[in-house]
Nanobody
Framework: QVHLVESGGGFVQPGGSLRLSCAAS????????MSWYRQAPGKERELVAA???????NYADSVKGRFTISRDNGKNTVYLQMNSLKPEDMAVYYC???????????WGQGTQVTVSS
């Protein structure tokens, strides 16, 4: 059974930092591209950052230079280090796994990030 379990969300003041984790199980993690998406109230879900199975990374323009995505294939975990957080970063953050060859895709349940003074 596939599980993607996010953790690390919470409340932080503007300028603060959080580190999100997504622990995966039930599939061949190292073969999957891993991504973080977010969805704010009233807005569509958007891609924040992605890392391929080979370690290639890309970021939304809005988070470049502030967020860093990484993965540990030995721990089946993907991380999102978020620095210099802004109120506009406030959203539910979702972990996504996708294998391009098969089209298989999985989602986590999301973790809330609140940025407020």
């Amino acid at each position: 059974q596939v599980h993607l379990v996010e953790s690390g969300g919470g409340f932080v003041q503007p300028g603060g930092s959080l580190r999100l984790s997504c622990a995966a199980s039930g599939f061949a993690f190292s073969r999957y591209a891993m991504s973080w998406y977010r969805q704010a109230p009233g807005k569509e879900r958007e891609l924040v950052a992605a890392i391929t199975s080979f370690g290639g990374k890309n970021y939304a323009d809005s988070v470049k230079g502030r967020f860093t995505i990484s993965r540990d294939n030995g721990k089946n975990t993907v991380y999102l280090q978020m620095n210099s957080l802004k109120p506009e970063d406030m959203a539910v953050y979702y972990c996504n796994a996708r294998e391009s060859s098969s089209g298989l895709e999985f989602w986590g349940q999301g973790t809330q990030v609140t940025v407020s003074s």
